[in-house]
């Protein structure tokens, strides 16, 4: 076996199912725009995204034991395994919104066990079960990672609701804590990440593409705040309602607030300190929250009758689209350098 693709499988990053992430949810907002056939290619797209990096991940795991085992031990990374529940709920409710409810329900159980998991072996390994000190050195935007994932379930959990005649208590008890999780954990993420900031030197080559997911962590509990206040009355709906919707529009406010200080942050370091713009797997880390901000927006606008809203997600849907066309363009491009390479 040729050496490069054992090296490509080994070094596989964690947070490679963010392709999917990135690739469903335009194709989510292209359908709630109506364009059903470019839509309909990205579901493609991302569902076999999903499969491939899933056989490739299956391959690592039994083949490169050692290297996961890295990934779960390094704090810089480890938050990375996080997209995978992420990209689970977002193809699962792109399968939704095309009649596949029994499959997105299947897909939640599966994501809902993995993010539970997840969500205590991740911290443990990578930060509190470490004997370095300050574990708040290695924090960066891929912590936020975990706040994405928390919100999915919620949103897949709503989506799927309206669909099954049995378990519709159940489903809105785990939007809700799912959601409540989500916002706890932005906070926490938030003062983690800020304190690295602040406390520590920061480089140009520090500011990552990840640090775009502090805005997509907000956008998607939007979306997910919108979608519960959809859900038919339950106690657990009933009594959070109104303070979800609330806290929804001021999670978007501060989401559109961020965007121009991230575009600074790349202005800082690809233009004033030269750092190339080259493809690798993290650039998915921010065509997804373009379009998870576009998504929300839409379906924030089209629910509470916020004009406004739901003409900047509109916009930036397109801008959206045109960031995946660029990243996957690149990818495409690295993929097959990398066959010819391994041809040679």
Same mark, same amino acid.
């Given at each position: ?11 596989? /990053? ?16 292209? $359908? ?24 490739? $991940? ?33 193809? +699962? ?14 897909? !939640?159980?599966?994501? +809902? &066990?993995?993010? &539970? ?11 509190? +079960?470490? /004997? ?39 489903? *809105? ?11 706890? !954990? ?34 998607? /509990? ?6 519960? @206040?959809?859900?038919?009355? /339950?106690?657990? @709906?009933?009594?959070?309602?109104? &303070?979800?919707?609330? !806290? ?36 998915? *880390?921010?065509?997804?929250? !373009? +379009? ?53």
């Amino acid at each position: 076996m040729n050496e490069r693709v054992q090296a490509a499988v080994s070094g596989l /990053t964690p947070g490679y199912f963010a392709l999917v992430m990135g690739t469903g949810i335009v194709s989510v907002g292209m $359908n709630l725009e109506g364009f059903t056939v470019l839509s309909r290619i990205l579901l493609v797209l991302c569902a076999t995204a999903f499969v491939v990096l899933l056989v490739l $991940n299956a391959w690592r795991l039994v083949a490169y034991r050692a290297a996961v085992v890295e990934d779960f031990l390094d704090p810089r990374r480890a938050f990375g395994f996080f997209t995978f529940v992420a990209g689970i709920n977002v193809l +699962g409710v792109r399968l939704g919104l095309a009649g596949a409810h029994t499959v997105t329900l299947i897909l !939640l159980f599966v994501s +809902g &066990l993995c993010w &539970l998991v997840l969500g205590y072996v991740v911290p443990w390994t990578a930060v509190l +079960g470490r /004997t370095e000190r300050p574990g708040v050195a290695s924090a960066n935007g891929t912590w936020f990672v975990w706040v994405v994932a928390s919100q999915s379930v919620a949103v897949a959990a709503a989506t799927v609701e309206p669909f099954v005649d049995t378990g519709r208590r159940e489903l *809105s008890v785990l939007s809700v804590v799912s959601w409540s999780v989500g916002v706890f !954990l932005y906070g926490a993420a938030g003062i983690f990440v800020a304190l690295r900031l602040l406390l520590y030197e920061v480089k140009p080559a520090d500011l990552t593409a990840p640090y775009w997911v502090a805005m997509g962590a907000l956008s998607i /509990t939007v979306l997910a705040g919108a979608r519960i @206040v959809e859900m038919a009355d /339950t106690p657990m @709906v009933s009594v959070t309602r109104h &303070l979800i919707a609330g !806290l929804a529009v001021v999670f978007w406010g501060f989401a559109t607030w961020l965007i121009p200080a991230l575009v600074a942050a790349g202005w800082w370091r690809h233009v004033r300190h030269r750092i190339p713009l080259r493809y690798d797997a993290t650039l998915w *880390s921010i065509v997804f929250p !373009l +379009g998870m901000y576009a998504v929300a927006g839409i379906y924030l606008g089209r629910a509470d009758q916020l004009p406004v809203v739901e003409a900047i997600g509109r916009a930036e849907l397109w801008v959206a689209f045109a960031a995946w066309l660029a990243v996957f363009a690149a990818m495409l491009r690295h993929l097959l350098r990398t066959l010819r390479r391994t041809a040679l």
